[in-house]
């Protein structure tokens, strides 16, 4: 059975059918502006085991919902609770998002700028790898 992300997820969408990556609901700068105002974002598998939409979240603040069979494997990889969060499924996420306070919000979005600066800035990708 799949789970209904659309039921707890306040913007949610599959913008690209099978085939067609041309048409996106939104422009680059719509898209960045959507994310930056979001406190979470979902993060499902995408063709593979991988889905790098925590990349796009770090980068901007946005918590992660690190859906159960994404990969999060990275030479410096984040870490569940400090950096983002673990959803076994859809229904998870209402509990999780109630009981993340601000003050703990507010931490696990800096640590998550913090892990993208170090990890995938091009200053901290130089760095990681010298």
Same mark, same amino acid.
């Given at each position: 059975m799949q789970d209904n992300w659309f039921g707890v997820i306040e913007k949610f969408n599959l913008p690209v059918k099978l085939g067609d990556s041309l048409n996106w609901p939104y422009s680059q700068e719509e898209y960045l502006s959507l994310l930056s105002r979001s406190r979470?974002? /979902?993060c499902l598998a995408g063709y593979g085991p991988k889905c790098n939409r925590e990349i796009?979240?770090?980068g901007l603040g946005v918590v992660p919902l690190v859906a159960k069979e994404v990969d999060m494997t990275y030479f410096d990889a984040p870490i569940e609770e400090k950096h983002y969060f673990r959803v076994e499924s859809a229904a998870s996420i209402p509990?999780?998002?109630?009981?993340?306070s601000q003050e703990r919000?507010?931490?696990m979005s800096h640590a998550g700028r913090e892990w993208y600066k170090k990890n995938c800035s091009p200053d901290?990708? /130089?760095k990681t790898t010298e």
């Amino acid at each position: 059975m799949q789970d209904n992300w659309f039921g707890v997820i306040e913007k949610f969408n599959l913008p690209v059918k099978l085939g067609d990556s041309l048409n996106w609901p939104y422009s680059q700068e719509e898209y960045l502006s959507l994310l930056s105002r979001s406190r979470f974002g /979902l993060c499902l598998a995408g063709y593979g085991p991988k889905c790098n939409r925590e990349i796009e979240y770090f980068g901007l603040g946005v918590v992660p919902l690190v859906a159960k069979e994404v990969d999060m494997t990275y030479f410096d990889a984040p870490i569940e609770e400090k950096h983002y969060f673990r959803v076994e499924s859809a229904a998870s996420i209402p509990n999780i998002i109630e009981n993340c306070s601000q003050e703990r919000w507010q931490e696990m979005s800096h640590a998550g700028r913090e892990w993208y600066k170090k990890n995938c800035s091009p200053d901290g990708s /130089l760095k990681t790898t010298e």
